[in-house]
């Protein structure tokens, strides 16, 4: 795989949809097969609401039904809160080398 898609600094649903759809374009670009490994920086992260929880959730579950490894890499420290908050810490606490049943 290649870089790490970067988040940007405002996930929120004010721009949760111009990000989907990058999101979206990147996976496609890097078309992800059971195995293979996807990581996301989420370094610049410094505005989250639950629009942007709601992204994360669906892009962690949609990997892992696929049997795709991911891991969230430098997660901001307004993320790790909010995370924490909204009960998500694990998926920040994950490493590459987890197996992912499916």
Not at 26 to 31: M, V
Not at 35 to 61: F, N, W
């Amino acid at each position: 795989m290649t870089a790490a898609f970067q988040l940007p600094a405002e996930l929120t649903i004010y721009s949760v949809g111009a990000t989907r759809d990058a999101l979206l374009d990147w996976l496609t670009q890097q078309d992800p097969k059971p195995g293979d490994r996807v990581e996301i920086d989420a370094a610049q992260v410094d505005d989250i609401d639950g629009a942007g929880i709601q992204l994360l959730g669906a892009l962690t579950k949609t990997l892992s039904e696929r049997g795709v490894l991911w891991q969230v890499n430098d997660a901001s420290t307004h993320l790790m809160e909010i995370c924490g908050v909204m009960g998500s810490r694990h998926w920040l606490d994950r490493t590459v080398a987890m197996e992912v049943t499916v």
